[in-house]
């Protein structure tokens, strides 16, 4: 039981955090669209960005794994 | 060339500093118990016997040495099952292991161990007579310590195993209700007359992820820490010869491995070092080429298949090392407007204060946190997937027993394995980037200086 609801909650932590990057990435290709001089800029902190979502995400998926464990 | 120095003292640190956190992680391997509930339905298995045997030459096109055999044997009046299970393989594939497998072979490696009740034990997993083409589990025990599916185990003490060298006939496992009330996986080691319990190493991670303190502590080299050695030895000598030919080719282009090194160096230079940290960039550019190269070469090491195939940077220890340097550094660098702005949060009303000082102090720990488990996520993810669609041979293949499934799956996993490798690359690069950034923009902000407004 406990199984299944962590599975779900890992389920939406990565739904979340897909929606997320997918935005950055939209925007950033966007933005490399209007602006190609600034391309390299606009990669890191697209991958920056990234990085936060991501990190935000993980902390729910180690937060599942440990409910998940114990 | 004083800064590539430096790289090699870094590494030698870093080293140093993992080994010790090593010994006592081993923690994400055994917490799998949930995934194999079903072992006690192996009493059909025993005609599958001969038709393993036939198939020996699919396994043998297998990536990786260890052949799960669809069959059960009877050790000690128990049968075991040995078919083939994704998640304990995976699980496997990820761990930490006291012997190095090149292609099919298992090379033995030192073992120093500590008990509380043997003391200090330096030997070399050799002594446990494992199969050189095998996958890891010993024939012999030795002064009570056991080698199972390629990691060092001991019999709990107050058994009265006999110390020295001892033939064992296998491993039993056996489910068990623990303290808690929850199902354990408990493995039995079995001497050809009696079973032992046998237990895991130390970890230090209090239980969290299946582990805990027992009876002993295992400081060996292990096959993540041989693989830190070769990348570092490989880094050392590629940038002691970028320097040296910095030195001789003073004012002329690069050339070579120089030429491919200084793009890289030019890049987190230009990328990552002077865009966040302004103008103490050169202060902290050893720290960041040290940290990118070190994740670099071994996020890349992974990758080479048949050779150990070392998860070292998807090993938490590892990356919990990593981030704490990153952690000290940013803190201890941090300036008094740093410390100012997360203590005392000027300019901000008093009712939000009770609530933003707390989430700024734990900000300080998530930072590194989500730092170390990024790492950790990215690179053991991509090991399991790999190890997955490996897997599929198997599963196919019904463990041996239909050929042509196995023949047909091969060909579909080579292909999937391929463009998981592939995408693999670019992880690698891109997850040695990113920490080596996110490190940059954490010191960038504990020693930005900022005119009072």
Known sequence: MVGSIV??????????????IGWIGAKAMESIARQPEAVGDIRSNMILMAAFIEGAALIAILLAFLVAGV | MRKIIIFN???????????????????????????????????????THSATADSHDVHGAEAHGDSHHGHSEVICGVEVDHSFEVGKTAMHHIGDANVYSIGPLQLPLPVIAYSNDGGLDIFSTSKFKADLLGHGDGHAAYNGYVLHEGSLKRVAPGQNFPNGEVKIAGFVPKEEIDAKGKKKEVMYVCDFNELYKIENKSTADAGLFGGGITSFYDFSPTKNVVSMILVTLFLGFVFRRVAKSYKTREGKEPKGLQ???????????????????????????S?????????????????????????????????????????????????????RHLLAAPG????????LIPVEIMGIFIKP???????????TAGHIV???????????GDSG??????????VGSTLLTLFMMAIELIVALVQAFVFTILTASYIGAATEEVEHH
């Open chain 2, 386 to 396: 790999l190890v997955v669609f490996v897997s599929l041979i198997f599963i196919f």
């Open chain 2, 9 to 47: 003292f870094l590494f030698v640190f870093l080293i140093c500093s993992q080994s010790a956190v090593f010994a006592q992680d081993h923690g994400h391997e055994g917490h799998d118990h949930s995934t194999h509930e079903n072992h006690d339905h192996s009493t059909d298995d025993h005609s």
């Open chain 2, 259 to 285: 030429s491919f090194m200084e793009t890289f160096v030019v890049f987190i230079r230009d990328e990552v070092a002077k865009p966040f940290l302004g103008n103490k960039w050169e202060k902290y550019f």
């Open chain 2, 348 to 355: 901000v009303p008093w009712f939000v204060k009770p609530i």
């Open chain 2, 369 to 379: 946190l989500t730092l170390m488990l990024r790492l950790f996520a990215n690179i």
């Open chain 2, 401 to 410: 027993q239909n050929v042509g499934g196995a023949l047909g799956a091969s």
């Open chain 1, 7 to 20: 599975a779900i909650g890992m389920g939406l932590a990565v739904i979340g955090a897909g929606l997320g």
């Open chain 2, 287 to 339: 720290l960041l080429l040290a940290i990118f190269f070190f994740i670099l070469g071994l996020n890349l090491f992974g990758q080479i298949p048949f050779f150990g195939g070392s998860n070292v940077t998807g090993n938490l220890a590892v990356t919990m090392v990593l981030a704490i340097i990153a952690f000290l550094v940013t803190n201890i660098s941090g300036n008094g407007h740093y410390w």
